[in-house]
């Protein structure tokens, strides 16, 4: 997958029922798979404990 210059990246809080509680998790819906060197470089920009990479068919 080429790298995009712009991916939209969601913040999402889970395991919990109100705003900025439980855990914060970064999710990052792919057109298609990507390399993971470039994924991981992605999950440490995010800087949250959890990223979460899907593609979307």
Same mark, same amino acid.
């Given at each position: 997958?080429? &790298? *995009?210059?712009? /991916?939209? &990246?969601?913040?999402? @809080?889970? %395991?919990? @029922?109100?705003?900025? +509680? +439980?855990? *914060?998790?970064?999710?990052?819906? /792919?057109? !298609?798979? =990507?390399? =993971? ?7 440490? !920009?995010?800087? /949250?404990? !959890?990223?979460? %990479?899907? &593609?979307?068919?």
């Amino acid at each position: 997958m080429p &790298i *995009p210059s712009s /991916l939209a &990246i969601s913040q999402v @809080d889970a %395991f919990t @029922d109100r705003p900025f +509680g +439980g855990n *914060p998790a970064a999710v990052c819906v /792919l057109p !298609e798979p =990507a390399d =993971a060197a470039w994924m991981q470089a992605v999950a440490a !920009e995010m800087n /949250l404990s !959890e990223t979460a %990479f899907f &593609i979307s068919h």
